[in-house]
């Protein structure tokens, strides 16, 4: 005779805990994002680091410490209520791996280091920051976390930057994670070394136009990035369809964060969501972060998709939600999907009419559904 204790869940259906594969836990404290919606990119930048420069001011290197750890706790709270078993979580020095050590059991956190700097002669630096991190020991007990890298973004990267995190996270066989295509502006920057990005580095005096390397272009970046095992573009907001098929020649060790609400608050363009699942690439959803984004609830990004794509089959949105989401983070041995043998990572989803003999997927991302973690 068995043990089991019998639970009344009530009407529902149960899936697979969420994977949030893109956020910065650092600015959950922000009750609103920065700036009003439809912000120029470059601006909203502006304010990420003036932001940053205020802090220190008000309250000290430590205060400021203290208070980006406690962010980043309450992201981490927030998430878990909302169903979120899995994040991808960019990093910024100085970070330990304590600064997450509260998290539920079970919860994966993989915890890429965010690198930035378009000055070559700082490359060392970085690259003994980046060891540094990478020899760190996760805990791997209830609670595991994994380790990978982020450079920044084309704008913000020296190429040669690129290359040396790429080898780096080669050699220790880690994820890498990097903002990309994710403006108009940006694909400008790349392509022309022009626009608002030339005066943005102008501005923060880190621009440095004689350099017959000093920018590499977008399609010249995914193959420096598909050279390492795993790779997760962020946004891909502006691919062109050269650059998706190239994604999707590599779709085993590379993927795509689609970050909903947050393309939706800087008011893009419409996002190439079918042309890559026509190209079967492994897309996966991302909040990214309180500064672009009402709140960490993936569930709402899912929510989103299938508001604005009603043509998308649900059964596909829940994958991007889950199984997608593990695949880019390389988890999928533990989490994405409810099968024996991994981990108790799931959720609750429930709707007036979860009783009514519907298909769940006629109801699942409807605006009165709701998602729990069990
Ligand atoms: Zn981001």
Known sequence: MSNCQVIDLGEGVIIPGLVNTHTHLEFSDLEYPLGQPGINFTDWIRLIVSRRIESNQETGTTGS??????????????????????????????????????????????????QLGRDETAIPTREADLDAFFNQRGWVGSSPIQIGASPHAPYSVAPNLLRQICRQANAANRPVAMHLAETLAEREFVDHQTGEFVSLLQDFGVWNPGSPDSVLSIGETLKVLSSVPLSLIVHGNYLSDCELDFVSSCSERMSVAFCPRTHHFFGHSAYPLEKMLKRKINICLGTDSRASNPDLDLFEEAKFVANSFSRVDPRLILKMATLNGAHALGVTQAYGSLIAGKKPAMCLVTHPGADSGDSPFDWMFDRDSKCAPL
């Open 65 to 114: 410490m203290n208070r980006k750890i406690a962010a980043i706790q309450r992201g981490i709270e927030e998430s878990s209520e909302s169903g979120v078993w899995a994040i991808g979580e960019i990093a910024t020095m100085p970070v330990e791996l304590d600064d997450y050590r509260n998290r539920p059991a079970n919860m994966l956190l993989m915890c890429f280091l965010e």
